[in-house]
C-alpha cells in the first residue's frame, strides 16, 4: 500500500493551491479517503473526507467553504483544491485511507491505517 502527496508549497494569504495523493498497491476505488493535516506542536486534525466512490464529501468548520475534495477513482488519485488560504493553514497535509473498503467514511482519525508522508503548506506574507 503506498499513498504520496505532493502539490504543497508556500502560498500568500488568500492564495490557493492544490494538492494531491497518489495511491497505489490496493483497490483505490473500494475505500473512502481523508486529507488530514499536523500544524507545528499542534495534534492532527481532521479537514476532510470523501466516500468511496466520490459522491460524499464532509469538512471540518474551519474549512467548509474553501476547500474542496474530489478522487479520480480512474487515476486513482486524490485531490484536496484549497482556496482562500490563511495563515491558520499551515500544516503538513496528509492523505490517509480508511481501514476498510466500502464503509462509510468518519472523522476519527483512528479508523485510517494508512498514511503518506505528507506535504507542507506554508501560509505566509
Known amino acids: 500500500v503506498q499513498v504520496v502527496e505532493s502539490g504543497g508549497g508556500l502560498v500568500q494569504p488568500g492564495g490557493s493551491l492544490r494538492l494531491s495523493c497518489a495511491a497505489a498497491g490496493f483497490p483505490f476505488r473500494f475505500y473512502a479517503m481523508s486529507w488530514v493535516r499536523q500544524a507545528p506542536g499542534k495534534e492532527h486534525e481532521w479537514v476532510s473526507h470523501i466516500n468511496h466512490a466520490g459522491t460524499t464529501t464532509d469538512y471540518a468548520n474551519s474549512v467548509k467553504g474553501r476547500f474542496t475534495i474530489s478522487r479520480d477513482n480512474a487515476q486513482n488519485t486524490l485531490s484536496l483544491q484549497m482556496n482562500n488560504l490563511q495563515p491558520e493553514d499551515s500544516a503538513v497535509y496528509y492523505c490517509?485511507?480508511?481501514?476498510?473498503?466500502?464503509?462509510?467514511?468518519?472523522?476519527?482519525?483512528?479508523?485510517?491505517?494508512?498514511w503518506g508522508q505528507g506535504t507542507q503548506v506554508t501560509v505566509s506574507s
Open positions: 490517509a485511507r480508511f481501514y476498510t473498503s466500502y464503509r462509510p467514511p468518519s472523522r476519527s482519525l483512528d479508523e485510517y491505517n494508512e
